[in-house]
């Protein structure tokens, strides 16, 4: 039903109104008049002329586009053309699409032009020149017809240019008021970008005005499920089309080509890349009360957040802050909670700002995007390091560096809490806390006001429980007064920030090799000198001043060594096998069709090196003894999809799904083209069994009713079968 290109061909040598016409410039054939046009008929060595095949049809007619959709063929020609003539391939101008029954075709109703140009040789000879085409087409209602024509024009040849300007013949307003309609090539100032969806694509078309209407003709066949609605909302500067794949589509293509028509009747030549779609209209217009669910549920995972591993050194040091103020006035208290707060606030704005800005400008990034980069991760580890320095004693910030952030764990000043907030900021951005997962992908996905009202609750939640202690002075009077203990308890803090510190080395060493580390142990070397300048010579000029100078040298050798120096180290291509057996396979889109389409279960397993909630996961849960036997008995294949760097194909995955970050895991059941079934962020072996075990169940279900359906199919043709006899 998709194709019947060999019906047509067989229908061809059968059908009258196939037959050849005798050579003219033009010709009638059954439901159209098919010509040979041109504007002008001077053919001038070394300068192209214009020409065209042109069809007036019968109303309700219609002939094809270069795609035709679900059936049909576009018009063919061959050409006899003398010695230093050459014809350019023909165009095609902007189609419409054309429902034929349960199919959708692309081509023209009414009439069409497909143009061409003459180019003529410096070579050529002066005098008559015969441009004979031999013309093929299919024309449709709700048949289908070929037919064929010899067409031949008369052009003046000429070795060189003419003294008087040729008129223009009596074809030059019929080809000039159909070729405007050839798409042009989209402008620099506009893009076009694509990303996967549940049932689909979505394609954005930017121009930077709002567009009504949109319609997408794939150069390519089998991409698009032809017949189903194109779905136009617009935005602010452009509009996006939702598209429904082809059922038999096993991949994602690397381009969506083909020719999009906007408002009045603009057509333009488009490659979308895969990109950031903008929110819709209809996105956008979420109602308010789905923007409170997720706001409400990003306020419950920023406090959730800091009892994740990311955040409890961060928290710790402020826990310490707070002990040391206790019997101050209560004022001051609050001061320092609404600071540290509002760095928070300001830091969440700004990784947000530069997140949509990014995914704006076509970026397919998610929560936690800065941690893919090796040398914001190697920076992070030496900043990490050189405040583990400052707490372990060698130095106090406080007394010198003011100007940088002031004391994290101390008293001395309000820059000192903002700093802690931000670098709280920094840290979490490795872990999803439970609920913060789908209201991350909800907030990303709506407009800029939504997206930045979600996250500011976000960062409430994460400062939360320190401002709250801060405006409840009675609840500090129950932890324990300040005194020396506290300056061994701040150095034992400094243990887990190394830890930290340990943790991202490890997580360098992922994707930048022995070279990486290396660097990075350069850069710990110079810090600690710098470290040491600063502890040896406390608040005095010329020292801060070397001091300075050293730690701008780690910055540099840090850069330096992890851009420019060690080799990119090859991220999650290859598989791995767990103690009890199980082989975790590459992620790609074609693996899950491979094994989908083989009738086994998937379980993807979405994570980075960085992501910590990741790491933990994997140990206690996915690793395990329990689950992995529940995966062999399910006859699951795994697949690991690993994100530690920027991977364009998993951050679009996770955006069709309604995610941005990591972890994440989806379980797909065996056959079917439905979306799989989310996972939440932290995982237990109960979880994970329980939906193995609704799964199978399923599945089983499925294969005793398709059981069922068979054996009565079978025992209706037995049925039929005696009938007959």
Request: net charge neutral; proline share 6%.
């Amino acid at each position: 039903m998709r194709r019947f290109r060999l019906l047509l061909v067989l229908f061809a040598t059968l059908v009258p109104g196939a037959a050849a016409f005798a050579a003219s410039s033009s010709a009638d054939a059954t439901h159209l008049k098919v010509q040979l046009v041109a504007p002008t008929r001077v053919l001038v060595a070394g300068y192209p002329t214009d020409a065209g095949i042109y069809f007036k049809l019968e109303e309700g007619w219609h002939v094809y586009w270069k795609n035709a959709g679900d059936a049909g063929e576009p018009p063919r020609v061959r050409w006899t053309l003398p010695d230093g003539i050459t014809a350019g391939e023909m165009q095609f101008l902007a189609p419409k699409r054309l429902p034929n029954g349960p199919l959708m075709d692309y081509g023209y109703e009414d009439e069409a032009l497909f143009p061409f140009t003459l180019s003529t040789a410096k070579s050529v000879k002066s005098g008559t020149a015969k441009v004979i085409a031999k013309v093929s087409w299919i024309v449709c209602r709700e048949v289908c017809i070929p037919g064929k024509a010899d067409l031949e024009m008369d052009f003046l040849a000429s070795d060189h240019l003419l003294k008087d300007v040729p008129l223009p013949g009596p074809d030059a307003a019929l080809y000039g008021r159909l070729i405007s309609r050839i798409p042009a090539p989209l402008p620099a100032t506009a893009k076009a970008v694509f990303a996967p969806s549940a049932t689909g694509f979505k394609l954005a078309i930017l121009t930077g005005q709002r567009e009504t209407t949109a319609a997408f003709f794939p150069a390519e066949q089998s991409i698009l499920d032809n017949p189903a609605p194109q779905v136009a909302s617009p935005v602010a500067n452009g509009v996006v089309l939702d598209l429904k794949k082809d059922a038999n589509l096993t991949a994602n293509p690397a381009q969506l080509t083909g020719v999009i028509e906007l408002s009045d009747g603009r057509a333009y030549e488009i490659a979308a890349v895969p990109g950031a779609v903008p929110a819709t209209v209809a996105a956008r217009k979420a109602g308010a009360l789905d923007a409170l669910k997720f706001a409400g549920l990003a306020f419950l995972g920023g406090i959730i957040l800091n009892l994740m591993p990311c955040v409890f050194p961060v928290l710790f040091l402020k826990g310490l802050a707070l002990v040391n103020s206790h019997g101050q006035e209560s004022q001051h208290q609050r001061a320092h909670g609404l600071v540290y707060t509002a760095g928070i606030v300001a830091s969440f704005w700004v990784l947000v700002a530069a997140l949509l800005g990014l995914r704006a400008a076509g970026a397919t990034l998610g929560w936690g995007f800065q941690f893919q980069s090796p040398v914001f991760v190697a920076l992070m580890a030496g900043l990490l390091f050189f405040l583990g320095l400052s707490l372990a004693g060698q130095f106090e910030i406080g007394l010198t560096l003011t100007s940088a952030g002031g004391s994290l764990a101390q008293k001395q000043g309000y820059a000192g809490s903002f700093f802690t907030g931000v670098l709280a900021v920094i840290v979490a951005t490795p872990c999803t806390a439970p609920l913060m997962g789908a209201a991350v992908g909800f907030a990303l996905a709506q407009g800029a006001l939504v997206s930045f009202a979600i996250f500011t609750a976000l960062a409430l939640g994460l400062a939360a429980p320190y401002l709250l202690l801060t405006f409840q002075p009675a609840w500090t009077r129950l932890l324990p007064r300040p005194g020396a203990w506290m300056d061994v308890l701040k150095q034992a803090t400094a243990v887990p920030i190394f830890a930290t510190v340990i943790w991202l080395a490890w997580v360098l060493a992922q994707t930048r090799g022995a070279t990486g580390i290396a660097a990075l142990l350069a850069t710990f070397l110079l810090l600690a000198i710098a470290g040491w300048i600063l502890g040896r010579w406390p608040a005095k000029r010329v020292p801060s001043v070397v001091a300075s100078l050293v730690i701008v040298a780690a910055v540099g050798t840090c850069v330096y060594g992890v851009h420019s120096l060690a080799e990119p180290v090859s991220v999650g291509s290859s598989s791995t096998t767990t103690a009890g057996g199980s082989n975790w396979e590459p992620w790609s889109q074609a693996a899950v069709d491979k094994y989908r389409a083989a009738g086994r279960p998937v379980f993807v397993d979405f994570t980075a090196s960085w992501c910590l909630s990741c790491q933990v996961n994997e140990r206690v849960v996915l690793r395990t003894a329990d689950v992995d036997a529940a995966f062999k008995k399910a006859n699951v294949a795994l697949l690991k999809a690993d994100w530690t760097e920027h991977d364009d194909a998993i951050s679009q995955v996770l955006t069709s799904y309604g995610r941005s970050g990591v972890p994440a895991y989806a379980l797909y059941a065996p056959g079917d083209t439905d979306p799989p079934t989310l996972l939440p962020e932290v995982l237990t072996p109960g979880i994970v069994i329980d939906n193995l075990n609704e799964l199978s169940a399923m599945v089983a279900a499925k294969s005793a009713g398709k059981a069922t359906e068979d054996a009565v199919k079978t025992a209706a043709d037995a049925a039929k079968a005696a009938a007959k006899q």
